[in-house]
């Protein structure tokens, strides 16, 4: 009898996709953000451990890093000394945060992170949700980059319309080590390019290819992958804002795949049933 082989250790990492978050020009307010430390251990370590977690946060403006912080948070059978890490950042010059977690050892099963909101408070206007962005390995641009071989995101039913003082802009924060220049379309004939230096941010408004009025998809493409977010706001006031959102990845997967015969006879019976309400 031929012996099993013995089955493959599975990678483990030391470190997480560092998270980016958004800071806007807004004068006063402020973004504060809750990583759920127990949640990540939960759903990215393979066994619990005993060690030392470093979360390092870096917030930039203007291409500098204006403030650093790190922390230790200590785990032991996998349980984080603090759950829920909350963190406050003052509003005012355009930038970013980019949030990264690290471990002493190679514990992580995969890279790519669980995450949920920032609130984005803004005194006397209110408070809005804000979601992250990776700064890399993120599945769905990879299977994008390895299909078509070019980054685009896509954000449907954008609008200016100045009589409802209702304005609309892109935020690209570059968090890399190049510049990249951002190419923003409306149409084919109507088209915004932009140049974000590294580790500074742009806000860009889309007043220029927008049609006053009338509702119309934006297309962001790039030499690089960048994060990008959809900005609602005051046409007379960009400070004003009232919706932040992420935008949506072409995504490379295909939209049909092959059946055998046997598949297809099912299908087609599974839908005769279902027309005749013998299934749902």
Known sequence: ???RSPMAE????PYLTPLIYPLFPVSDGELTVGLNLQKILDDRTLDPFDGVLMLDIGVYRNGQRMQSDTK??????GKADTAIDWTSYPLGTIGYVEMSLSAEQAV???IDL????GLLSIPGYGTLTVIPDAKFARPIIIEQMQTVSSFCLARSGCRWH???NAGNSIFL??????DIVASIHASPTKRIRHKVPAKHAAMVSLEPILEDGDWACVMVTGNNRIPAWDIRHAADNPARINSVDHLDVFRGSSTHRHVGVVDYAKHRTRR????LGHVT
């Open 10 to 13: 599975p990678q483990l990492f």
């Open 114 to 117: 669980p995450v949920g909101y």
């Open 108 to 110: 992580f099963r995969r």
């Open 272 to 275: 005769v049933l279902r027309r």
């Open 173 to 178: 924060p570059n968090p890399y080590e190049k």
């Open 1 to 3: 009898m031929t012996p």
């Open 72 to 77: 230790p948070v200590r785990v032991k059978e």
């Open 162 to 164: 100045g009589a409802s």
